[in-house]
């Protein structure tokens, strides 16, 4: 029954490692986010995709890389792993455009050590 | 450049009075403002949200008020409840893709 699904909820991986993280959406939304929050508890968006189309890709380093199999899910892959990169990160979804709720997953929990 | 700000990081009220949140933007563009909820270790959940045609809106214990000359919105909680506690954020958009900036969250704590 979860609108908004991620995994996995926490992970701890070492510096240098690629990893990925998963969101699926059941909402029937087109467009699909990818919001990080870092330590100082800011919530600043990373992706847009409206389906399965990028259209905000905001200043995120190259080694983050978004991809969208299809409009109900979108997936967040994340090459060389860097202590920075240690946030959480929120999957969301909604239907385009202003004046449209978005409706976040529960946060995946990424530690880099 | 911070375009939504929330410059009370806490709040603390007795349980049954009014609890009352406020958030400033910049950006005179935005038309859609939303308040979030959010508790330890989940997602932000949505909680009422206001249009720039409104100057209120209601939804039982919750109001929203957006006063646009001065660029500022207000969510009142009465009367308020422990299960309140959490943080709240306030957002706004105002883009075709449906953007939202974020404030930087108010701890709300409701006290018995």
């Known amino acids: 029954d979860t609108a908004v699904s991620q995994t996995p909820k926490y992970l701890v991986t070492q510096m240098g490692n690629d990893k990925s993280i998963k969101c699926e959406q059941n909402l029937g939304h087109d467009t699909m986010y990818w919001y990080k929050q870092d330590s100082k508890k800011f919530l600043k968006i990373m992706f847009s995709y409206n389906n399965k189309e990028l259209i905000i890709n905001e200043t995120v380093p190259n080694r983050f890389s978004p991809k969208s199999p299809d409009k109900a899910h979108l997936n967040l892959h994340i090459n060389s792993l860097e202590l920075g990169d240690s946030a959480v990160y929120f999957c969301a979804s909604s239907r385009r455009g202003s004046g449209n709720t978005i409706y976040f997953g529960e946060g995946s929990w990424l530690t880099v050590v | 450049d911070q375009q939504v700000k929330q410059n009370s990081p806490s709040l603390s009220v007795q349980e049954g009075r009014i609890s009352i949140l406020n958030c400033d933007y910049t950006?005179?563009?935005?038309?859609?403002f939303l308040w979030y909820k959010k508790y330890p270790a989940e997602g932000p959940t949505f909680l009422i949200s206001?249009?720039?045609?409104?100057d209120k809106n209601e939804d039982g214990r919750f109001t929203v008020f957006l006063n646009k000359s001065a660029k500022h919105l207000s969510l009142h909680i009465v009367p308020s409840q422990p299960g309140d506690s959490a943080v709240y954020f306030c957002?706004?958009?105002?883009?075709?893709?449906?953007?939202?900036?974020f404030g930087q969250g108010t701890t709300l704590q409701v006290k018995p």
């Open positions: 950006n005179s563009m935005f038309d859609y």
């Open positions: 957002a706004a958009s105002g883009e075709d893709t449906g953007k939202l900036i």
């Open positions: 206001i249009s720039s045609i409104k």
